[in-house]
Each structure stands twice: as C-alpha cells, then as structure tokens.
C-alpha cells in the first residue's frame, strides 16, 4: 500500500502571517513537521505543498520537496486534493503546516483504522483537552465523537456544554491535524460543495459530515502544541528545547 504525506502550508494566516518559515530553535517551523513526518516509516513520500514561492524556496534550501498548489484553495483539505489529482497512492495523509512537534508514531496511530477496515474513509486524531484556557480557546477545534468513535460535531466553541458539569468531569477532545483520507473519498470530498457549518466554523471536517460522510476519531495521548499565534511559538519553542527527535534531523550531529 503506498502511502503520501502531504502538508500544506501558505504564508497568509490571519492570525500569524508567514508562520510556516518562523523559528524555531533555528529552523523553519515547516522544516520540523516535513522532517518529524519523515521519520514514519510508514509514508513512501513526503511533501509540503504551498501556493507561496517563500515556503517552497525555504522547503528547498532545507532539502524537502516541495509541489506549488493554486492560491485560491481556502481549506487545506481542497490543497491536499490538488496534490492527490496528479499522484498515485492509496491513502494521503494531510498533516498541517503549523503541527512542528507531531510524532511520527502519531502517524501510525492515525492510519490504524484505514489499514484494518476498508469502511473506514478519513480518519482525525482527537487528544484530551487539559486546561481551562485551551477549551476556551477559539484557534482549539473541539471535537465530541459516537460511542462508536466516529465524529459528531467539531467547533471552535467549548463543547460540550459545561452547565452542568465541570471540565474534568466529562471527556473534552480537540482535533490534532492529522488526517489520512483513502484517495478516492480526498477527491470526492474536494468534489463537494462547501457548507454553512464548514463556512461558520472554519474547519475543513465539516463538509464530510454535513454531507452524510463519517470520519473515525482515533485518540492519542500524545502532547502538542499547534502554532496559531506568535504566542504559541514561543511556547512551542520552550517545549521543543529538549526534543529528543530534533538529534535525529539530518545535519544534526
């Protein structure tokens, strides 16, 4: 089975213009998450796909491989697919730009349900949400799933409801950017027409489920920090100092 992972990235992020090439311990946020992806031995290729000549002049110089995409894409989701049309593979992995401290084994963990059940058609990694601020947060995707695991809902809003219940008293998950689609369901979901759930919340997931397709939620107990702000860097910066993956990127001795 072959296997692509592509991560799309563009400079233009309201909320943090330019934030694929910002620094991290020295490096380009983008070289982190193009070479911790790498290291999954279960990819064949991998690619940062961009509309901005910056990101793929930087994927370069770093040795990556990077494939220019259109500029009007507003869902990495649809960015992925333009990549999809023209490469043969069985599934494509989309692992955002701004995800520098995934693990490879995330990865692994996120394809398990594709590789064991051909019903399965995308899946999304789902990890506890562990304090107040990240709940509230609006740049965190909440996500509650099915007692089959399948998503139900995803929102930028604190789901569910905290009325009755305090945080810690029930499950609370958000979505960590990893999604692997099986190739065929990535081309008919680019195919779809957007929705008003999609468009209201900003999350590309949603036009799958507004349009009848399940996606399968797979949790992982793995701690991150998506870069959504400058703020975040920093802090992604400090919990990176003693990265144990950062001695196995090539050039590093």
């Known amino acids: 089975?072959?296997?692509?992972?592509?991560?799309?990235?563009?400079?233009?992020?309201?909320?943090?213009?330019?934030?694929?090439?910002?620094?991290?311990?020295?490096?380009?946020?983008?070289?982190?998450?193009?070479?911790?992806?790498?290291?999954?031995?279960?990819?064949?290729?991998?690619?940062?796909?961009?509309?901005?000549?910056?990101?793929?002049?930087?994927?370069?110089?770093?040795?990556?491989?990077?494939?220019?995409t259109s500029s009007s894409h507003q869902r990495a989701c649809d960015r992925v697919a333009e990549v999809a049309q023209y490469m043969e593979?069985?599934?494509?992995?989309?692992?955002?730009?701004?995800?520098?401290?995934?693990?490879?084994?995330?990865?692994?963990?996120?394809?398990?349900?594709?590789?064991?059940?051909?019903?399965?058609?995308?899946?999304?990694?789902?990890?506890?949400?562990?304090?107040?601020?990240e709940f509230e947060d609006p740049n965190t995707i909440k996500v509650v799933m099915a007692q089959n695991g399948d998503a139900l809902y995803f929102s930028r809003e604190p789901i569910p409801t905290r009325q009755r219940l305090a945080l810690g008293q029930f499950p609370a998950y958000k979505q960590v950017c990893v999604i692997p689609f099986r190739r065929d369901f990535l081309l008919r979901y680019t195919a779809l027409k957007p929705t008003p759930l999609e468009q209201a919340e900003s999350i590309d997931m949603l036009r799958a489920l507004e349009h009848g397709y399940p996606i399968r939620l797979v949790k992982s107990d793995y701690v991150t920090q998506s870069v959504d702000t400058p703020e975040d860097l920093a802090r992604v910066e400090t919990l990176m100092e003693h990265d144990p993956l950062l001695s196995c990127y090539p050039g590093v001795r």
Not at 1 to 9: H, L, R
Not at 28 to 43: D, G, N
Not at 108 to 132: F, G, M, Q, W, Y
């Open 1 to 68: 089975m072959k296997i692509i992972c592509v991560i799309p990235a563009r400079m233009g992020s309201s909320r943090f213009p330019g934030k694929p090439i910002a620094l991290i311990s020295g490096r380009p946020m983008i070289e982190h998450v193009y070479w911790r992806c790498l290291m999954c031995k279960a990819l064949s290729e991998v690619y940062v796909a961009t509309c901005d000549q910056e990101i793929a002049d930087a994927t370069k110089t770093f040795g990556g491989r990077a494939i220019m």
């Open 89 to 133: 593979a069985d599934i494509f992995v989309l692992v955002q730009g701004d995800e520098p401290m995934v693990f490879p084994e995330m990865i692994d963990l996120a394809l398990e349900p594709l590789l064991h059940d051909p019903k399965v058609l995308c899946t999304n990694l789902a990890a506890p949400i562990r304090s107040v601020e």
